[in-house]
């Protein structure tokens, strides 16, 4: 169209020339999310590399996001712009870990976030994502108890909603989400009282939004811990004419694309994820160009790893 800019065409006429379908998270830079097909959180994500009928997928997200695209479209290319794109809170636990931590609670399912590697799925029965953690571990017999890993603030958020007592959580964070502290949130609130409250289950204040929420601190009504897909819609439905969101700085564009008459403040400007910002448009155009960097799981591990992903997708269909 008119408006295109010429980067925006090269991307468009290279991922045509490519057959690519191409994703982005809610985190990308703005440039990044505007050209492409879809923007979405995780589950969003993996649900259109599962189903799309291109025969190329430009996972622009970090590095977990586009295995797992790979995992679930093993016959198709997919590439991502930078595979330097890690993840923190993915690095706090290995495949070794998940095993010892099987055998210490025999009878225990394993329930994997999906911010961990295809190593570490392969050891899980079963993923989730921020946005379908309560549901899957709502899926486990009441009875059998639950490993959950490795995040351990979605964790506690999970033990908080199921009530579940039987759940031991991984001691995992994510550096970004970590350091939304307590003091953010009670400092972003005094100064905008009236505002809506959306918050990260990953953040370090999830907890103690809540236990404000509860004491009256915080309005309770007001107060909203959801995946970064869930705070696009709780962002078209605020009533609020200011929301302040507890997240990766990279969300608020979503946001502001949703609701353009609402301002949207971020909880804590620092809050950027390096990861998630190597993907620059350079570096798309490069992708495209040369179908570069291309991603690929061991047979061995995607094999056992699909399983838990599938099991996961299975569950909300
Ligand atoms: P979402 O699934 O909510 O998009 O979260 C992904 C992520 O990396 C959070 O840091
Ligand atoms: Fe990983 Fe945190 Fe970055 Fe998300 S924001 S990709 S959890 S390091």
Known sequence: TAT?????????????????????????????QDVADVVGDSLALARHAATTDASTIVLCGVYFMAETAKLLSPDKTVLIPTDQAGCSLADTVTAADVRRWREENPGAVVVAYVNTSAEVKAEAD???????AVEVVDSVPEDVPVLFLPDQFLGAHVRRVTGRRNLQVWLGECHVHAGISPDDVRRQVAAYPDAEL??????????????????GVLPKERTHVLSTGGMVEAARAATASTVLVATEIGMLHQLRKAKPGTEFLAMNEKASCRYMKMTTPDLLVRCLREGRDEVSVPPAVAERA????????????
């Open 4 to 32: 295109m800019t010429d980067w925006q065409s090269e991307v468009k006429e290279l991922a045509r020339h490519r057959d690519a379908l191409v994703l982005a998270h809610n985190y990308m830079r703005p440039e990044i």
């Open 126 to 132: 079963i993923c989730c994502t921020s946005s379908n």
């Open 198 to 215: 959306l918050v990260h289950p990953e953040c370090g204040c999830a907890t103690s939004a809540l236990w404000l929420a509860e004491e």
């Open 306 to 317: 699909r399983h838990s992903v599938e099991a996961m997708i299975r569950l909300g269909e």
